[in-house]
């Protein structure tokens, strides 16, 4: 079946640590995104790529890294710089728009819920 | 800038009825793209309907449907009977212009809907 996979579900991680999280699409999507999501709240982005080896920030960046080597994957690192890393993370992918007209839906994994202990 | 408002944070209805779901949209483009997704308690959102701005003609999709208003900036959505599956967080969003870089979606905060039985 064609989707998203995000790993773990659930991370607990201690002050002052890193930690990934894993996103992978056989979509064949070229675009990639990580949303962050608190109690309540809509989406923020993190950070997109729109193509292999290539990535930009969105709104919250900071105390964030990815890595696009590959086409299905983007893996997120949650640095020890981040402030306030407990929330609830979102991987999506989409058609890149720039190739096609318009603007395309995004498709989203089952997200990784991060807790700092 | 693009912003996307859900002024209702909240919503309680009994099963079976009826129920709309706002959302009011800014944007200086004058082609972009709104979307519907549902987040049910799971935490993946689930894609719905995509609705570009030259395609006023309101869409039905079994008991949902979106009524498009340029007019009053408004994408709204209504479901019909509703159930207690229906239960989850809605959000709009928008994209901007025909040759969006990154597909980047600007999303509300989204709206929570309890149905109770």
């Known amino acids: 079946d064609g989707g998203i996979t995000q790993s773990p579900k659930y991370l607990f991680r201690k002050e002052g640590q890193n930690v990934t999280l894993s996103c992978e699409q056989n979509l064949n999507h070229d675009a990639m995104y990580w949303y962050r999501q608190d109690p309540g709240q809509g989406l923020r982005l993190i950070y997109y790529s729109q193509i292999v080896n290539d990535f930009q920030k969105g709104d919250i960046a900071e105390g964030y890294s990815v890595s696009r080597e590959k086409k299905e994957s983007f893996p997120l690192t949650v640095t020890s710089a981040q402030k306030n890393p407990t929330a609830f993370y979102l991987c999506a992918s989409s058609i890149d728009a720039p190739r096609t007209s318009g603007a395309w839906e995004q498709f989203f994994g089952p997200g990784t819920r991060l807790t700092v202990l | 800038a693009q912003k996307v408002t859900q002024a209702q944070t909240e919503i309680s209805v009994v099963e079976k009825e009826d129920v709309t779901l706002d959302c009011v949209y800014e944007t200086r483009d004058t082609t972009y793209y709104l979307f519907w997704y549902k987040q049910p308690p799971s935490g993946e959102l689930v894609f719905l309907i995509r609705?570009?701005?030259?395609?006023?003609q309101n869409e039905i999709s079994g008991r949902y449907s979106w009524n498009f208003q340029k007019s009053t900036s408004s994408f709204n959505f209504t479901i019909t009977a509703s159930q207690v599956v229906d239960s989850a967080v809605y959000f709009c969003a928008l994209s901007e212009g025909y040759n969006n870089a990154g597909n980047m979606l600007t999303f509300g905060g989204g709206t929570r809907l309890m149905v109770k039985p």
């Open positions: 609705r570009n701005s030259f395609d006023e």
